[in-house]
C-alpha cells in the first residue's frame, strides 16, 4: 500500500523524468534523475516503478507499450498533451472525437497559449489523481489528468456524471489549470 507522501513524490518525480527525458525522446539514467530530485537511487527507482514508468538497463524510459499487464491501473498517472506541451515547450496538436457527440475535436496550443479550438466550445475533461498533495505556497492545487475532449459542455455532462470526481473545463482554463499545477510540481524544493 502506498501513502500519500508516496504518491505525490511519484507525481513529482515523474514530472522530473518527463522534463529530462523531453517526454521520452532521450531516456535518462536513474542516478541521474535521482541525482537531480535530490534522492536516494533505489528511491527514485520505486517510485518511478510506482508511476508505472519501465526502467530498462539503468534508464528511465516513457515506453507505455511496454509495461507488464498488470499494470493498467497506473495509466490513470500518464502525462497529458498539456504536460507534454509545458515539459518540452513546443507546439502541441490534439486530434480527437467526441466520445458522446461523435464529433472531431481540433485543440492547437503551446505552454503559453491556445492557438486553436475546433469547435469553439471544446472541454477536456481531467481524472482528478486522489491522494495526491500540491501546494503552491499557502495554495493547494488540484492534480488533475486529461482524460478526453470533448464538443461542448453538455456533451462532457455524462462523463461528469460517471466521473464525480472529474473537472471539465475549457481548454484555455485546463492550460490555465496545467501551468499551475506544474508551478507546483516544481516549487518541490528538490525539481
Known amino acids: 500500500m502506498t501513502t500519500r507522501t508516496d504518491r505525490t513524490a511519484a507525481v513529482r518525480i515523474a514530472w522530473a523524468a518527463t522534463k529530462l527525458t523531453r517526454a521520452g525522446r532521450h531516456p535518462i539514467a536513474i542516478g541521474r534523475l535521482a541525482a537531480t530530485v535530490g534522492m536516494d537511487p ?9 508511476m508505472g514508468f519501465v526502467i530498462r538497463d539503468g534508464l528511465v524510459v516513457m515506453d507505455r507499450g511496454s509495461r507488464p499487464a498488470g499494470r493498467a491501473g497506473s495509466d490513470r498517472y500518464r502525462v497529458d498533451l ?4 509545458v515539459a518540452t515547450g513546443e507546439p502541441v496538436h490534439a486530434d480527437a472525437v467526441c466520445p458522446a457527440t461523435g464529433a472531431r475535436v481540433r485543440v492547437h496550443f503551446t505552454r503559453e497559449r491556445v492557438l486553436s479550438v475546433d469547435p469553439p466550445h471544446a472541454v477536456v475533461a481531467a481524472s482528478r489523481l486522489s491522494g495526491i498533495d500540491l501546494a503552491l505556497g499557502q495554495d493547494y492545487v488540484e492534480a488533475l489528468v486529461c482524460t478526453e475532449f470533448f464538443a461542448s459542455q453538455e456533451a462532457a455532462s455524462g462523463w461528469l456524471l460517471e466521473n464525480i470526481d472529474g473537472r471539465v473545463l475549457s481548454v484555455p482554463g485546463y492550460l490555465a489549470h496545467t501551468r499551475r499545477m506544474v508551478a507546483a510540481l516544481e516549487a518541490w524544493p528538490t525539481i
Open 42 to 50: 533505489a528511491e527514485a527507482h520505486r517510485l518511478m516503478d510506482l
Open 82 to 85: 498539456f504536460l507534454l506541451a
